[in-house]
């Protein structure tokens, strides 16, 4: 996922799983300003439960997604590759 920041406007890459997006709880930690964003919550854990996308339409805003040529997958293989040519730091 890639996202900008609402409260520092640093722009960043975080990952997670499908499995945990669409049945579990996703937050992530903005890179710059070490705030915590939700982005997932099927569970409910933090109110009603749903997802960035319904979130933000609450608020009217949107997601934008894209697809095809402009995604990038990664598999867990791939990304833990990444991240140790990183120094053990994951992206963002």
């Known amino acids: 996922m890639v996202f900008t ?17 669409e049945h579990g709880v996703v937050l992530v930690d903005c890179p710059g300003c070490n705030a915590r ?8 854990w933090f109110g009603e439960k749903g997802d ?4 933000l339409a609450e608020r009217g805003e949107e997601v934008v997604r ?3 040529e402009d995604a990038l997958e ?5 990304l ?3 991240r140790g040519a ?5 992206a963002g």
């Open 80 to 82: 833990a590759g990444w």
């Open 37 to 44: 964003h939700l982005v997932a919550d099927r569970m409910g």
């Open 86 to 90: 990183r120094g053990g730091e994951a």
């Open 66 to 68: 894209r697809g095809g």
């Open 5 to 21: 920041c609402g409260r520092c406007n640093t722009r960043a890459v975080k990952g997670f799983s499908k499995q945990a997006y």
């Open 52 to 55: 960035v996308a319904s979130f």
């Open 74 to 78: 990664l598999t867990a293989e791939e």
